[in-house]
T-cell receptor, first 112, second 114 residues
Framework: EAQVTQNPRYLITVTGKKLTVTCSQN?????MSWYRQDPGLGLRQIYY???????DKGDVPEGYKVSRKEKRNFPLILESPSPNQTSLYFC???????????FGPGTRLTVT | GNSVTQMEGPVTLSEEAFLTINCTYT??????LFWYVQYPGEGLQLLLK?????DKGSNKGFEATYRKETTSFHLEKGSVQVSDSAVYFC?????????????FGQGTRLTINP
């Protein structure tokens, strides 16, 4: 089954404790992206990757890092999380057909 | 920059009612337009799309027409069901990032009562 998986689905952590949210896709897509979803703001892009070892900032990259060492994986790293990073995070991958992106189920992160 | 504006929610309707969710956009060039749907506890799924002016996208009884003259892409359904309860996002494809980047509206939460 074609899918994007994320782990964990839920995470509660404390300010400053490094964390990683994993993302994996099994569709051989070159394009992958991370979004955060906040009430009233829709989805905003954090980082994206056009291919292995090619990553770039989206609209709200501050406080986040990513890596793309393999085509299927695109982890999101918060080295020193802060409460304003409390949000719902989605990973997505795109197969090249315009705008047709596949989304993971989301990771709800709470930073206290 | 490019942007998408959706009607404010939440929207609550009775089963079998007619649905319209308004969406307007601002963009340079000629973006493709999309509606994505998010069911409770799930990620977003592509509902329908239109790639050029006057195109009509349709799926699962939902329709939207790409109106270049009014820069709009309103979502409609003639008779909604309880199972249509979800959050709906209008989006456009930005020319950057190999035209893969999506710019989303703020989302409209729809609740259908039996």
């Amino acid at each position: 089954e074609a899918q994007v998986t994320q782990n964990p689905r839920y995470l509660i952590t404390v300010t400053g404790k490094k964390l990683t949210v994993t993302c994996s896709q099994n569709m051989n897509h070159e394009y992958m992206s991370w979004y955060r979803q906040d009430p009233g703001l829709g989805l905003r892009q954090i980082y994206y990757s056009m291919n292995v070892e090619v990553t770039d900032k989206g609209d709200v990259p501050e406080g986040y890092k990513v890596s793309r060492k393999e085509k299927r994986n695109f982890p999101l790293i918060l080295e020193s999380p802060s409460p304003n990073q409390t949000s719902l995070y989605f990973c997505a991958s795109g197969g090249g057909r315009l705008g047709e992106q596949y989304f993971g189920p989301g990771t709800r992160l709470t930073v206290t | 920059g490019n942007s998408v504006t959706q009607m404010e929610g939440p929207v609550t309707l009775s089963e079998e009612a007619f649905l319209t969710i308004n969406c307007t956009y601002t963009a340079t060039g000629y973006p493709s337009l999309f509606w994505y749907v998010q069911y409770p506890g799930e990620g977003l799924q592509l509902l329908l799309k239109a790639t050029k002016a006057d195109d009509k996208g349709s799926n699962k009884g939902f329709e939207a027409t790409y109106r270049k003259e009014t820069t709009s892409f309103h979502l409609e359904k003639g008779s909604v069901q309880v199972s249509d309860s979800a959050v709906y996002f209008c989006a456009l494809s930005d020319l950057g990032q190999g035209a893969q980047k999506l710019v989303f509206g703020q989302g409209t939460r729809l609740t259908i009562n039996p």
